[in-house]
């Protein structure tokens, strides 16, 4: 059956590194049809709007979607498209590559999120001159579809270790209610996992971060955690993500759209390329994904690379050479 993945590659470097990953894909073969949608910073000029309806509903229809970067509209572009694809989970891989400079070499983790509430449920207030609050919101329903999916994750990639983060003997009441969730998922389906403060792990991610595999976390200390490991592996440029949902899911590198570096042709092609092996995995082309994992690895460690990685070649060297192992 005909995949539809919608491409939506967004401002600067994104119009650089998504017709790459691209190119990558293509070259696999897959029964994709490539449907392009536009949004950025540069439709909010010629349009007035940064994110049109129709590219909302092209993702949200599209059997996954593959998005390159925003400039400074962002927040209006990315955040409702994970909402158009309904996505509850935040996946961000941090692995070391030989080849690539890196704090910790032996770092291989993978962040699983809970995307929708925690302390970014927006609920904030000004209840008093000079006093405001925040409602941090968890329920049992997204705290046990967040464990089912880590556990899941963790068995399918082969990671033996899983760690659950948070800070129950502070937050009580709604990290005990995270914790409790993800420990009840765990027992039903009798899933290994350790539990461990979100504060000492920070820690204990730098100073040993080879103990560690999949990390389930809460919100916001997913989002501050996975950019601590992202300093461990030292590339921006290599980091992919996925925004999954339920049966449509969304994919984009961890950067954003590098102004400083847009129209060179010199930008890392790497974190989107790997984004689009993780949108092969969801879609079940397994042994395509892993060729395509393959290829960036020896192309990592024996060249071509950009100037991001000390290298000299443009964003085409890497794409062709990675297009050649694939
Ligand atoms: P950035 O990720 O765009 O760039 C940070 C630094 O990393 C820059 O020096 C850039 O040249 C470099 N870099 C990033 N990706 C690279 C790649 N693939 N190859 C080589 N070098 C790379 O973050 P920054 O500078 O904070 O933000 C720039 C714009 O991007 C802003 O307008 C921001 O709002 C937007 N942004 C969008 C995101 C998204 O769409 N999801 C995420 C982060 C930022
Ligand atoms: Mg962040």
Do not use: W
């Amino acid at each position: 059956m005909t995949e539809e993945i919608a491409v939506i590659p967004g401002d600067g470097i994104g119009g650089e590194v998504v017709p790459a990953a691209i190119e990558v894909l293509e070259a696999l073969d897959p029964d994709f049809e490539f449907v392009e949608g536009e949004a950025g910073d540069h439709v909010l000029e010629s349009r007035g709007e940064a994110l049109p309806d129709e590219t909302y509903e092209l993702a949200a229809d599209a059997d996954a979607t593959l998005f390159g970067a925003a400039g400074e509209t962002a927040a209006d572009v990315i955040l409702p498209l994970r909402e158009a694809v309904g996505s509850f989970a935040n996946v961000r891989p941090a692995r070391a590559y030989p080849g690539v400079d890196s704090l910790r070499p032996e770092t291989d983790l993978v962040f699983v999120r809970e995307n929708t509430e925690g302390v970014y449920s927006g609920i904030e207030n000004e209840i008093a001159d000079g006093v405001t609050t925040l409602t941090r919101v968890v329920t049992d329903e997204a705290s046990r579809k967040i464990a089912q999916y880590g556990f899941e994750y963790a068995e399918a990639n082969g990671y033996g270790d899983v760690t659950v983060a948070h800070k129950a003997n502070v937050m009580r009441t709604t990290d005990g209610r995270f914790l409790e969730s993800v420990e009840r998922v765990a027992e039903e389906g009798g899933y290994e996992h350790d539990e461990a403060l979100m504060d000492a792990l920070a820690m204990h991610l730098l100073l040993r971060p080879e103990e560690y595999g999949v990390v389930i976390c809460p919100n916001l200390a997913g989002d501050v955690l996975s950019d601590l490991a992202a300093g461990l592996v030292g590339g921006l440029g290599l980091l992919p993500s996925a925004n999954v949902g339920e049966g449509n899911a969304l994919f984009e590198p961890v950067h954003g759209s590098a102004p400083d570096i847009a129209g060179q042709g010199i930008a890392n092609p790497a974190a989107t390329v790997l984004s689009a092996a993780m949108l092969l995995d969801h879609l079940g082309y397994d042994g395509e994904a892993e060729r395509v994992r393959t290829a960036v690895e020896a192309v990592l460690k024996e060249g071509p690379r950009t100037p991001d990685l000390g290298g000299h070649a443009s964003t085409a060297d890497v794409t062709a050479a990675i297009v050649d192992r694939v």
